[in-house]
């Protein structure tokens, strides 16, 4: 496995090597599915033998302290493995080698839903273990949110905490290395009235998928939300002028509040911008931005700095050349345009996977 890397906005890459193996052996692009300080969880798909069905493996890679080590973990994996509802947790303190891999599994009793079984990786048995995590009773925690949750992303809550984000039915939170682990759901707010037509449920049930408007994180004891509308779009006027909105809650609070709101039609090139390729494709007048002419989407908040997030933007929802712009909420500047290929990406679905990995690289030898 090798890495190319980038500062954000620019896109780092990840190349796994088969020496031997042809390349009709793989199904599908190798993808980063997760991360969490100095680990790296991979997924690979190839063909089986025959042709006729895929075998997923999964990866760690894992960056230090020590020399850096790419480790397969073995089978036999959960059924139905499902790549963006593993999550991984490194622990001890920063000298530990020591991390789990863990998997959430529905469990049916008698035909009845009654809870989780915690499928748990542990590097230092190197073996699978199940534990049963019963089901917080609380407001929040409601069982219909849970029978439909379906994660987008693992992220690390700290201490032990796991989360797994489903963008619609909210945040399902366990601490994973207790004995008798716990399951509780964290509500994310409603959409906002200007999404509720296009991106709520439809009369027949249908779900459009949110990340193409909202993404979530956690740090510091903060999670923090952002989504995106488009108040002046219709099926006549083709304007597409955004308006960004911030929320966050601490992690054991259930009042969200809004943080800040970014319209596009009011952002400014930053004292730093220095590319006036992106502008002069947008006909740019002085420093003010005319966004509404290009498609922007997927927003993703930064994980360092709580003034910055990022979006992708294309002329068109099918033209392969794409952006990612660098906002800055506090000043409603943007600060960079890094451009890339999205050819192997379907719409606005974000195939990259923001973390702090490569600032782990260095210490490898530590």
């Known amino acids: ?14 190349f796994v090597h088969c020496p031997g193996l042809a390349d009709d052996v793989f199904i599908g692009q190798p993808r980063v599915t997760g991360a969490e300080g100095a680990l790296l969880l991979m997924r690979v798909i190839f063909a089986d033998c025959n042709g006729q069905g895929k075998l997923t493996d999964v990866f760690v890679y894992r960056a230090g302290p020590g020399e850096p080590l790419l480790q397969l973990l073995p089978r036999p994996y959960p059924d139905g493995i499902y790549y963006r509802c593993i999550g991984i947790l490194p622990c001890g303190d920063a000298r530990s080698r020591h991390y789990l891999v863990v998997i959430p599994e529905m469990r049916f009793q008698a035909r009845r839903w009654e809870g989780y079984h915690l499928r748990v990786y542990s590097s230092e048995t190197e073996s ?11 407001m929040e925690t409601d069982y219909c949110n849970l029978a439909s949750h379906e994660p987008t992303k693992v992220v690390s809550f700290g201490r032990g905490l796991l989360g797994w984000i489903d ?7 366990c601490n994973v290395v207790e004995k008798d682990p716990e399951v509780r759901l964290i509500q994310l707010p409603e959409l906002l009235p200007t999404n509720r037509a296009d991106f709520g449920v439809d009369l027949d049930g249908d779900m459009p998928p949110l990340r193409q408007i909202q993404d979530v994180t956690y740090k510091n004891g903060r999670i923090r939300m952002i989504e995106v509308e488009f108040p002046d779009l219709d099926d006549i006027n083709m304007d597409f002028r955004w308006r960004a909105t ?15 709101t970014v319209d596009s039609s009011i952002i400014f090139l930053g004292d730093s911008y220095n590319d006036y390729t992106f502008c002069e494709m947008l006909g740019c007048n002085d420093k003010q931005l005319t966004l509404n ?3 922007s989407l997927a927003p993703t908040l930064d994980m360092c700095n709580d003034n910055v997030f990022y979006m ?41 996977q923001q973390c702090a990995f490569s600032k ?3 210490k490898a030898a530590d």
């Not at 496995?1 to 990840?14: H, I, K, V």
């Not at 699978?128 to 609380?138: G, R």
């Not at 911030?246 to 800040?260: I, L, P």
């Open 1 to 14: 496995m090798s890495l190319t890397l980038s500062e954000p906005p620019a896109l780092s890459q990840c």
């Open 128 to 138: 699978w273990s199940t534990k049963v995590a019963q089901v917080a009773d609380d």
């Open 167 to 173: 963008l619609r039915f909210g945040i399902l939170l």
């Open 246 to 260: 911030v929320f966050e809650t601490m992690a054991y609070a259930n009042n969200w509040y809004k943080d800040c």
């Open 293 to 295: 002419t290009v498609v």
């Open 312 to 352: 992708m933007s294309k002329r068109n929802a099918k033209d392969p050349n794409t952006w990612v712009l660098a906002i800055n909420t506090r000043d409603s500047t943007l600060e960079k345009v890094v451009p890339f290929s999205s050819e192997r990406m379907f719409y606005f679905d974000p195939s990259y």
């Open 360 to 362: 782990f690289l260095g």
